[in-house]
């Protein structure tokens, strides 16, 4: 089992519709979560984090943890074809500064 | 401007050669990282460094080496024992404070081993 996993997709989207991402981690310790966006031939750019469970909302994304189920989501309202790239999942643990990334998904979102 | 920059943007080497990539930050940041990043993969962590002259071996280190003798400054080198070079390879930093444990990236190095 991969300590954090994500659906590779593509995930084909609308032009105005919800995207909807989910990122599954292994370990019960881990204390910090972030969402990177990384367009083809670029470096990963950070977008959201999230320590506490609950909902974090920043303009059109919303960051959702819930440690008991040991997931994090992503969601991006009102998609643009600016918002198709892949997405990061990283997940990081209390000690040490260490992140552990998905593999990512890939967006499409079609006008 | 404050950020991390990495240096060359592709770089071409022979088997055989060793190849030292650069990454330099102004963020004054304690914390450098070295990933990996092969196509259609996530990023795999190869070195870090919390302190200058001190880091640790990350999840994919062999064939490769680090040193910190600057705050600013952590350059990757590739060896010849490295089996598989050719990937796109990433510098990111970040405080080192207990909330503050986001990292940012370079724009990374593509690195063609023939």
């Known amino acids: 089992q991969k300590e954090v996993e994500q659906n590779s997709g593509p995930l084909s989207v609308p032009e105005g519709a919800i995207a909807s991402l989910n990122c599954t981690y292994s370990?019960?310790?881990?204390?910090?979560f972030f969402w990177y966006r990384q367009y083809s031939g670029k470096s990963p750019e950070l977008i959201m984090f999230?320590?506490?469970?609950g909902d974090k909302e920043d303009g059109r994304f919303t960051a959702q943890l819930n440690k008991a189920s040991q997931y994090v989501s992503l969601l991006i309202r009102d998609s643009q074809p600016s918002d198709s790239a892949t997405y990061l999942c990283?997940?990081?643990?209390?000690?040490?500064?260490?992140?552990?990334f998905g593999g990512g998904t890939r967006v499409l979102v079609k006008p | 401007d404050g950020g991390i920059t990495q240096s060359p943007k592709y770089l071409f080497r022979k088997e055989g050669q060793n190849v030292t990539l650069s990454c330099e930050q102004n963020?004054?940041?304690?914390?450098m990282y070295w990933y990996r990043q092969d196509p259609g993969q996530g990023l795999r962590l190869i070195y870090y460094?919390?302190?200058?002259?001190?880091?640790q071996k990350g999840d994919i280190a062999e064939g490769y080496s680090v040193s910190r003798e600057k705050k600013e400054s952590f350059p990757l080198t590739v060896t010849s024992a490295q089996k598989n070079p050719t990937a796109f390879y990433l510098c990111?930093?970040?405080?080192?404070?207990?909330?503050?444990?986001?990292?940012?990236f370079g724009p990374g190095t593509r690195l063609t081993v023939t």
């Open positions: 990111a930093s970040s405080t080192r404070t207990s909330g503050g444990r986001e990292q940012y």
């Open positions: 370990d019960r310790g881990s204390q910090s």
């Open positions: 999230i320590y506490s469970n």
């Open positions: 990283a997940v990081g643990k209390a000690a040490g500064n260490k992140l552990t």
């Open positions: 963020l004054n940041h304690d914390a």
């Open positions: 460094s919390q302190i200058v002259n001190d880091f």
